[in-house]
């Protein structure tokens, strides 16, 4: 799984006019991780922490709020052990 994987045309009002990734994206991608890490019946408390950041900007991530970079996004999967091909 990459980011690119959740790649729309849509555009984002934060986004729009800089070639940057859609807000479709955005929340698609924010909505993936939410969904597995609550299949994995993990808290935000607990991933956030895994992750050296705070339970809002995790919440942020997933609910599309702020913008997920690759970067971001591999590190949540590596947490969520979630394949990175």
Request: avoid cysteine.
């Given at each position: 799984m990459k980011?690119?994987?959740f790649n729309f045309t849509a555009t984002c009002s934060r986004c729009n006019g800089s070639g940057?990734?859609?807000?479709t994206f955005h929340r698609s991608a924010g909505a993936w991780v939410k969904g597995m890490r609550k299949e994995?019946?993990?808290t935000l408390k607990?991933?956030?922490e895994s992750l050296g950041w705070s339970i809002g900007y995790l919440s942020d991530?997933?609910?599309g709020?702020?913008?997920w970079s690759?970067?971001?996004f591999a590190k949540v999967l590596?947490?969520?052990g979630a394949s990175q091909q």
């Open positions: 980011l690119s994987d940057k990734v859609s807000e994995q019946k993990l607990v991933v956030s991530l997933e609910n709020r702020k913008n690759d970067e971001r590596k947490v969520l």
